[in-house]
């Protein structure tokens, strides 16, 4: 079973601060997906990285894959109290086609204006 | 118009009885999902259908019944409902690409439910 471990678990800063979330994994995954989740919602894709060593923007949100293609980051510059949610990274469940997602436990990150 | 819709969204009941929970996607995809997040918020699989036919069943209690009458709409009976049932519920939907490395997948807004 490859699993995918997310930390910190909680993060509560105050607005315009920069932070950082880890997904590890002992395993190598041919994808990682960034997904958020607000309060009473489902989760959001992010974005989706797949080859090693890759990095994505999203405005000011910046993912990384590692070059092992097994670990990936998530980077928030000045963070504001609308990127409050719960973060989860995800990975193809290995060995099928069918859209099995191994999910990380998530980041619980609270925004304080 | 929304992508992928359960109901209810909030299901209170009591110990021992059987509850459903309705989802239906309108993106066109060929595969469903159905998701338990616990209190801690870890997200869960627990049953896959592509084009109908049951993929991912992963150890569920048999009191778990999923049923897709048609690849637009999936849905989850629970008999003989136990304290331990009681999370959010997702339903989500991707289209299967084989060549593809991953599948984005669309979730619904979830049906929480609490069993007293």
């Known amino acids: 079973t490859q699993l995918l471990e997310q930390s910190p678990q909680f993060l509560s800063i105050q607005e315009g601060e920069n932070l950082t979330v880890y997904c590890n994994s002992s395993?190598?995954?041919?994808?990682l997906q960034w997904y958020r989740q607000e309060p009473g919602e489902g989760p959001v894709l992010l974005v989706t990285?797949?080859?090693?060593?890759e990095v994505k923007k999203l405005k000011r949100l910046t993912f990384q894959f590692g070059d092992a293609r097994k670990d990936s980051s998530l980077h928030i510059t000045a963070a504001q109290p609308g990127d409050t949610g719960l973060y989860l990274c995800?990975?193809?469940?290995?060995?099928?086609?069918?859209?099995?997602?191994?999910f990380g436990q998530g980041t619980i990150l609270t925004v304080h204006p | 118009d929304t992508a992928v819709s359960q109901t209810p969204k909030y299901l209170v009941t009591q110990m021992g009885n059987d509850k459903s929970i309705k989802c239906e996607q309108n993106?066109?995809?060929?595969?469903m999902y159905w998701y338990k997040q616990d209190s801690k918020k870890f997200l869960k699989i627990m049953f896959s259908?592509?084009?109908?036919?049951?993929?991912i069943n992963e150890t569920v209690p048999n009191r778990f019944s999923p049923k897709s009458p048609d690849k637009a709409h999936l849905n989850l009976h629970i008999n003989s409902l136990e304290l331990g049932d009681s999370a959010v519920y997702f339903c989500?939907?991707?289209?299967?690409?084989?060549?593809?490395?991953?599948?984005?997948?669309?979730f619904g807004p979830g049906t929480r439910l609490t069993v007293l």
């Open positions: 995800a990975g193809p469940a290995g060995g099928t086609s069918y859209g099995k997602l191994t």
């Open positions: 990285v797949v080859t090693g060593g």
């Open positions: 259908y592509n084009n109908k036919e049951l993929i």
């Open positions: 989500a939907s991707s289209q299967e690409r084989l060549a593809a490395h991953y599948n984005e997948q669309f």
């Open positions: 395993s190598v995954f041919s994808s």
């Open positions: 993106l066109g995809h060929d595969t």
